[in-house]
């Protein structure tokens, strides 16, 4: 799947944001969930932006904290699992389980314990 290009650039409306957040796995997270809240309903925009924000989010918990690893591995499909089964909450900024959103959260892991072994 192709990385999402100009996350923080667009029309006003359409994912737009009209700030920028750092440039860290948590402030990519933070923008990503931004843009994602900006575009309730836009399953498509929801779709290219779950993996890469499911991988930010994890790569922050684990290069904050290594042990988040061990969890990450083992969660992240039990997760998408509950998610497709309806067994969590949803709302129109949620995307539909996918294995592009398990493999961003394994990125996640890998990059997270890259970055704290640095």
Request: proline share 9%; no cysteine; net charge neutral.
């Amino acid at each position: 799947m192709a990385e999402p290009q100009g996350m923080l650039g667009g029309e006003r409306g359409k994912g737009a944001l009209p700030f920028a957040f750092p440039d860290t796995p948590y402030g990519r997270w933070q923008g990503l969930e931004a843009q994602r809240q900006a575009a309730p309903g836009d399953v498509n925009l929801q779709s290219m932006l779950a993996p890469k924000a499911h991988e930010e989010w994890m790569r922050h918990q684990v290069s904050e904290n290594p042990a988040w690893a061990v969890p990450g591995l083992y969660f992240t499909p039990i997760y998408t699992t509950l998610k497709a089964l309806g067994m969590l909450p949803s709302d129109e900024t949620t995307s539909k389980p996918s294995l592009d959103t398990v493999a961003g959260g394994y990125r996640g892991v890998w990059k997270g314990l890259g970055d704290f072994f640095k």
